[in-house]
């Protein structure tokens, strides 16, 4: 039949049957990563894999599209990520863009840097490419109570930076060599994906962060823009652009599903806790 017949045709058949259009999947990556509480868990590898593997092993895809708004947190987690992601784009063969929405700082920036290309919102904040623990001290407040603090361990560091027990500056000394091998692993990954960088790299590398378009001239990203249109600029108007939904679960949702006695008591006081902790996290970046 004519060719014309068969374009006509192909016209007609909803959008996901047709093969002349390309399609762009999606994986929103929002949150802090790691465990945000006991029952809470926030960005982790085990958590965003499944969406990742399905939106990798879409047929006929121009790319993977990853949204970053994150503040950061378990440094092993934004890793393990990252890898994921890079390991997924090698088998697919195909190009990953990253989105920075409100944030991409320290461990979500080390996502975003899986991408071959980071493109932000002018006012998004990139950058806190450092290492942070930050804890509490509880020992005054026992001997006011007349509490005694009592710990025997098997070793000298086992029970290393005990909130209740006076800071010992062998520990913080420990604990420093811990951050400074992990930043030096950060900076490394950083300099081997954004090879544009430009700038003081002690500013760089101190942990400050920036806006979007501060970042495109330091080479933090590589261009201003939004999910939208910049894949309808990209590979045309007709592009498909595909929403691949992460699935929640966790023991809270398990707990949630099965409505225990007291479950939804402790469902508010859990999410509660666990949003007061990400609110904690977004407000170091005034959001």
């Given amino acids: 039949m004519p060719f014309a017949f068969w374009s006509a045709l192909r016209a007609l058949l909803p959008a996901s049957l047709r093969r002349d259009r390309p399609v762009v999947p999606v994986v929103r990556l929002s949150g802090p990563i790691g ?53 997924l784009a090698a088998e697919a063969k195909v190009p990953v ?6 944030v991409a700082a320290s461990g979500g920036y080390m996502i975003a840097c899986a991408a ?82 430009s700038g003081d790299p002690d500013e760089l590398f101190s942990g400050a962060v920036w806006s979007g378009r501060q970042g495109l001239a330091l080479g933090l990203v590589d261009a201003l823009g939004d999910v939208r249109t910049v894949l309808r600029e990209r590979y045309g108007e007709t592009v498909q652009i595909r929403l691949v939904e992460q699935v929640r679960g966790g023991l809270l949702g398990r707990l949630l599903r099965r409505r225990e006695p007291g479950t939804e008591a402790l469902a508010a006081f859990e999410g509660a806790l666990a949003l007061l902790e990400e609110r904690a996290a977004y407000a170091r970046f005034g959001l």
């Fill in 35 to 87: 465990a945000v509480s006991p029952l809470r868990q926030g960005l982790s590898l085990g958590a965003c894999a499944p969406a990742l593997e399905r939106a990798f092993g879409l047929p006929d895809i121009k790319a993977v599209a990853i949204v970053v708004n994150s503040p950061g947190g378990s440094a092993a987690q934004s890793h393990l990520i990252h890898r994921r992601i890079r390991v």
């Fill in 116 to 197: 071959d290309e980071i493109i932000a919102d002018p006012s998004s904040l990139v950058g806190s490419i450092g290492v942070v623990s930050a804890g509490f001290g509880f020992q005054g407040l026992l001997e006011r109570l007349g509490v005694e603090r009592r710990v025997h361990t098997t070793g000298p560091s086992k029970a290393m930076l005990d909130p209740f027990r006076p800071e010992d500056p062998a520990d913080v000394a420990r604990l420093k060599g811990i951050q400074a091998d992990i930043q030096a692993m950060f900076t490394e990954l950083v300099r081997s994906r954004r090879p544009r960088l």
């Fill in 97 to 102: 863009l990253a989105f920075v929405e409100d």
